[in-house]
Each structure stands twice: as structure tokens, then as C-alpha cells.
């Protein structure tokens, strides 16, 4: 597709359950980025992937958040043990380019979890 | 650590009137500036961007933002809002020699009344 397609556009999962978020950045896009959006607040960031290379972690929230992107392309977070403060709307990001002047990122409409 | 604060949490405007929106930027080095903006219903967009030049920079749709570096801010403006701009703003900085991740201010929600 033309843009960041992210799926499933909406999760509902019982506290202590496990959820998989999927990204699909814009073809050729080097930078990928996942942000937290919590209900009133701006975007935060996650974690940040070059390529299939993650470096930079340093915005999950704890070691119940884990992401991949195994061969550069699409990405997934992944949530253990889900509980209620996870409740959000999880955005994924794409750049094609890298580095400090990443510049434009493209968004996808995002995932919303709830957990119950 | 780089923060991102934007006063007006909540603006209501008749169309035709003028606009703008404060932000105001923590971190002592070189940044780039960026403004996105969400309508309702779709994802978040780049309405405008600084990276170095001049400091007054023109987005889509008429929007322009300021930077003034002596006072850490990057101020988004529009001479004439219309109906269609309702939808949230959100100021975001990244430092320049990081890994390229923008941090966000709490955004601005922007309702224009016809």
C-alpha cells in the first residue's frame, strides 16, 4: 500500500493476556519508530529500528514490551502480561531515510488496546 | 531530557480569525522542529518542518511556524482559519545527532466554528 498500515486497528484484551501489534511501514523505508499515545497526550516514544537493527529501546515502558523487525520490513510489538495502564493507541512511524535528520515521518492510523 | 510543552490545550475560533499556537522546546543543542497535525478520524501528518535556514517556515495550507531560538519556541500561525482546520496540533523536537526520534508535546485541539 501507499502508506503505514498497521494492524489490528483495534485489540480488546483481559488483563494478564499477551497482544501482538503488526506494522507495515512504506516499502523502502530504512526508519521505523513505535509510539504510545495515551488518551489526551501526545505521542511517546517507544523503541527505534534501522533497518532490521533496533537502536534505540530506551522508551518501552518495561520488559513486558518486546519488538522485532527481523528483516527490515514489517515490525511487531509485542505486550505480555497486558495490564490496564497499557490501555492506549499504539502508532507506528516510517522514514526513508536515517539518522538525526530522519526528517517526515509517515504514520499509521495506529492500534488501540484495551485492556480490561 | 528534551520535552516539548504547548500551552493551549484546547482552542475554539470562528472562522476567519487568526491563529496561533505557542511551543516551547527544552534542550540546549541544535534541533529540528516539526509540526503535525491530526484530523479527526485519519492519522497524524506533517504540516510543517525546521531544519535550519530561515526561521520562518510555510507549511500546507497556509499554515507557517516561527522559530526563535533565543526563546526555545516554535510557534505555529494561520491569518485566516477555516472549518476545515479542526483537528489536534502537535509540536515535536528532535536533537540533532540522536537516532532521529521525534519527542511530542501534549498536542492542541483546534475546533473552528463556521
Known amino acids: 500500500g501507499a502508506g503505514v498500515s498497521q494492524s489490528p486497528r483495534y485489540k480488546v484484551a483481559k488483563r494478564g493476556q499477551d497482544v501482538a501489534l503488526r506494522c507495515d511501514p512504506i516499502?523502502?523505508?530504512?526508519?521505523l519508530f513505535w509510539y504510545q499515545q495515551a488518551l489526551g497526550q501526545g505521542p511517546e516514544f517507544l523503541t527505534y529500528?534501522?533497518?532490521?537493527?533496533?537502536?534505540?529501546k530506551s522508551g518501552l515502558p518495561s520488559d513486558r514490551f518486546f519488538a522485532e523487525r527481523p528483516e527490515g520490513s514489517v515490525s511487531t510489538l509485542k505486550i505480555q502480561r497486558t495490564q490496564q495502564e497499557d490501555s492506549a493507541v499504539y502508532l507506528c512511524?516510517?522514514?526513508?531515510?536515517?539518522?538525526?535528520?530522519?526528517?517526515?515521518?509517515?504514520f499509521g492510523e495506529g492500534s488501540r488496546l484495551t485492556v480490561l | 531530557a528534551q520535552s516539548v510543552s504547548q500551552h493551549n490545550h484546547h482552542v475554539i475560533l470562528s472562522e476567519a480569525a487568526s491563529l496561533e499556537l505557542g511551543c516551547n522546546y527544552s534542550?540546549?543543542?541544535?534541533?529540528?522542529l516539526f509540526w503535525y497535525v491530526q484530523y479527526p478520524g485519519q492519522h497524524l501528518q506533517l504540516l510543517l518542518k525546521?531544519?535550519?535556514?530561515?526561521?520562518l517556515v510555510k507549511g500546507i495550507k497556509g499554515f507557517e511556524a516561527e522559530f526563535i531560538k533565543s526563546k526555545f519556541s516554535f510557534n505555529l500561525r494561520k491569518p485566516s482559519v477555516q472549518w476545515s482546520d479542526t483537528a489536534e496540533y502537535f509540536c515535536?523536537?528532535?536533537?540533532?545527532?540522536?537516532?532521529?526520534?521525534?519527542?511530542f508535546g501534549q498536542g492542541t485541539t483546534l475546533q473552528v466554528k463556521p
Open positions: 512511524a516510517s522514514s526513508q531515510r536515517e539518522g538525526p535528520n530522519t526528517g517526515e515521518l509517515f
Open positions: 516499502s523502502g523505508h530504512v526508519s
Open positions: 529500528f534501522q533497518n532490521e537493527a533496533q537502536l534505540d
Open positions: 534542550y540546549g543543542g541544535t534541533v529540528n
Open positions: 525546521y531544519f535550519s535556514g530561515d526561521p
Open positions: 515535536a523536537v528532535n536533537a540533532r545527532g540522536n537516532t532521529g526520534k521525534l519527542i
